[in-house]
């Protein structure tokens, strides 16, 4: 069992940066592919990002490639998602989420823990 903290959300302008933390329980961090999805109002929970067990590999969902990126640090049990040149449309409540099994999926049942999420709202 794995639980999930996210930080870091806020009130940001159009074009501005976040910098979204995910703090990790436990001792086996490094067993899990971590995700970060999102869902707006009236809208499904989608996926943004993933990154491997080691950090080696990630994936992103095409409407952030290029000014999101996502890192972890298993040291500190933390996944990262650095958001860049931010856009109201990315306004959301945005969520980590970890699997042990699955690498590559966008398909929020594919994952197994979820955080609380956090609020991010974009103004333009």
């Known amino acids: 069992q794995v639980q999930l903290v996210e930080s870091g959300g806020g009130l940001v302008q159009a074009g501005g940066s976040l910098r979204l933390s995910c703090a990790a329980s436990g001792r086996t961090f490094s067993r899990y592919v971590m995700g970060w999805f999102r869902q707006a109002p009236g809208k499904e929970r989608e996926f943004v990002a993933a990154?491997?067990?080691?950090?080696?590999?990630?994936y992103f969902a095409n409407a952030v490639k290029g000014r999101f990126t996502i890192s972890r640090d298993n040291a500190k049990n933390t996944v990262y998602l650095q958001m860049n040149s931010l856009k109201p449309e990315d306004t959301a409540v945005y969520y980590c989420a970890a699997t042990v099994d699955v690498w590559g999926s966008k398909w929020p049942m594919e994952y197994d823990y979820w955080g609380q999420g956090t609020q991010v709202t974009v103004s333009s």
């Open positions: 990154i491997s067990w080691s950090g080696g590999s990630t």
